[in-house]
């Protein structure tokens, strides 16, 4: 069975452009995470979905991050613009429901920001 | 204010010896905790829990020990191998049946097991 796909595995972009990337879940899992990874510290929730509805989004900079997760599958996060400290691992995760021991982690996008 | 916190940045052992990762935290409403082990360019992957209903929960040669009183939980490897190279990541959460969205990670301990 196929992980937690996201896209693009590295991005390297100028501030001020826009970013996007992508993320497939696990087949049947209906809660998605994304979280951002600051270099040397742990994931932080940016925003969890329950099928299409954004439901905790409480600690995405929505000034300049927006994310969507159109018919409740894959989901796509975007900054625009992006800043010298967007600079991190964006990981997305998935569960089947939206408690539990774990969630499975894709193996994230890494971005820089120059 | 750092909720969860791993205080050693990084950890060298020999194979063979024991692995102790310490993790601490300060809220005292977690009441479940998760080790997550991520190597590098892949995502964390889920190693072992434990509820505070326990104080010790083993799995193979990994067993995490949960003290309470002091806000303490630490992992042991036991014996430590050269694949166990990492980043451990200590997670902690107000309970099992709580939205995974409360999980809050620790910034991580990277082990090094020497050949």
């Known amino acids: 069975e196929a992980g937690v796909v996201q896209s693009p595995r590295y991005k390297i972009i100028e501030k001020k452009q826009p970013v996007a990337f992508w993320c497939n879940p696990i087949s049947g899992h209906n809660t998605l995470y994304w979280y951002r990874q600051n270099l040397g510290q742990g994931p932080e929730l940016l925003i969890r979905y329950e099928n299409e509805e954004a439901v905790d989004d409480s600690q995405l900079p929505k000034d300049r991050f927006s994310a969507e997760r159109l018919k409740g599958v894959d989901s796509t996060l975007k900054i625009q613009p992006a800043e010298l400290g967007d600079s991190a691992v964006y990981l997305c995760?998935?569960?089947?429901?939206?408690?539990?021991?774990?969630?499975?982690f894709g193996q994230g996008t890494r971005l820089t920001v120059v | 204010d750092q909720q969860v916190k791993q205080n050693s940045p990084s950890l060298s052992v020999q194979e063979g010896r024991i692995s102790i990762l310490n993790c601490d935290y300060t809220n005292s409403m977690f009441d479940y905790f998760l080790w997550y082990k991520k190597y590098p360019a892949e995502g964390p992957t889920f190693l072992i829990s434990?509820?505070?209903?326990?104080d010790k929960n083993e799995d193979g040669r990994f067993t995490v020990f949960l003290n309470k009183s002091a806000k303490h939980l630490s992992l042991h490897i036991v014996p430590s191998q050269p694949g166990d190279s990492a980043v451990y990541f200590c997670?902690?959460?107000?309970?099992?049946?709580?939205?995974?969205?409360?999980?809050?990670f620790g910034p991580g301990t990277s082990l090094s097991v020497i050949p």
């Open positions: 434990i509820s505070s209903i326990k």
């Open positions: 995760a998935s569960s089947m429901v939206p408690s539990g021991t774990e969630a499975f």
């Open positions: 997670a902690a959460s107000p309970g099992v049946k709580t939205s995974y969205d409360k999980v809050i």
